[in-house]
């Protein structure tokens, strides 16, 4: 699972942490590489409009259906 609210989302939250755990760096490369990469695996899961304990809740919800780990095999 990949917890992924958009852009001005992710800054704003930035914002709102305390300066310790603040980054300060532009994330927009790692969004984009992100989702480019890993956008159709797995659980890619837009928050941007969903708090701390909306995202916990859904991922409880959620989880048994979507969390499953399945094995490749490759040869």
Known sequence: MTL?????AAAQRNTQRPSIEQIDYDISGLHATIED?????GWYFDTTHLDAASTARKVLVEAPRRGTVTASRQG
């Open 37 to 41: 990469q890993l956008g159709a695996r």
């Open 4 to 8: 992924a609210p958009d852009l001005a």
